[in-house]
């Protein structure tokens, strides 16, 4: 079946669909984005998602291309029309076409939305029992990564040096020696009295949506977590780490560059937050069947 994409108002074949070449967005990376799963045609958490979209777009003075209301629609019919059971919608938004000139266009240049869905393979069963290793690397990017913002140069690089090295994520670590957050997941880590640490919500990091539900499903269960910052040594030294995002869930963390966490195998911890967090979505998904 072919893929079907959301372009500036029309649903298009995947092949067909194209952006102007002064898309500011192509241009100078001046657009946000946000990737939702989708189950069964619901959109996990797609509030959170709306609101954290509506943010960064305030906070880069781009306006909302449609109402909110009139947004959840076009994510939801590209799901529908590219028929899946599991699987994500890319949105993005752009500040919009004009001739390229670093200054705002001007206020009645409309912005640039482009939506696309696909399915996504579940993750392999291997990687989940087995964990995954991250390396460490400088966190090179601007101050404002609580913004989603298109512009990934810094992530790319950083996640490619991890491929390149056989990790699945690369933790990056600010100039204080503390760890931020990974390319494209949240970071965390547990001590040994069974703390989540992760980050706290500041300009260094995305507020993931992962990590948002992961922490208020863990305090329902009188969980502690801490959010406060770790560092690369702190981490080296935890129980048990784990990482977090739209399409990652809940990964265990086994080994951080050479350095081994406990046993090499992922922690009685990490799994049970994994299961509270599939459990949230099996119920998300059924209250709409
Ligand atoms: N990445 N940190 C960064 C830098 C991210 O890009 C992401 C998400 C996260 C996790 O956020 P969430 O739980 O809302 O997915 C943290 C998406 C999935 C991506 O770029 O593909």
Known sequence: MSRIAYVNGRYLPHGAATVHIEDRGYQFSDGVYEVIAVRNGVLIDGEWH????????????????????????????????????????????????????????????????????????????????????VISQPDIRWDRCDIKSISLLPNVLVKQAARVQGAFEAWQVDQDGFV??????????????????????????????????????????????????????????????????????????????ETVLGNGRPGSHTMGLRQLYMNFLAEKTLETD
């Open 50 to 133: 709306m609101e954290r979209l509506q943010r960064s777009l305030s906070e880069l003075q781009i306006r909302m291309p449609m109402a909110a209301a009139a947004l959840n629609v076009v994510l939801r019919e590209t799901a529908r029309r590219n028929r899946f059971r599991e699987g994500i919608v890319y949105l993005q938004i752009s500040r919009g076409v004009a001739r390229r000139d670093h200054p705002f266009p001007s206020p009645d240049t409309p912005p640039a939305l482009v939506v696309t869905a696909r399915r996504t393979p579940p993750m392999s069963a291997r990687v989940i029992a087995e964990g995954v290793g």
């Open 180 to 257: 931020t957050e990974g390319a494209s997941t949240n970071a965390w880590i547990i001590n040994s009295e069974g703390h989540l640490i992760t980050r706290p919500v500041e300009n260094a990091i995305l507020n993931g949506i992962t990590r948002r539900r992961l922490i208020a499903l863990a305090r329902a269960q009188d969980m502690t977590v801490e959010e406060r910052p770790f560092t690369l040594a702190e981490a080296k030294s935890a129980r048990e780490a784990f990482l977090t995002s739209t399409t990652a869930f809940v990964l265990p963390v086994v080994r951080i560059d």
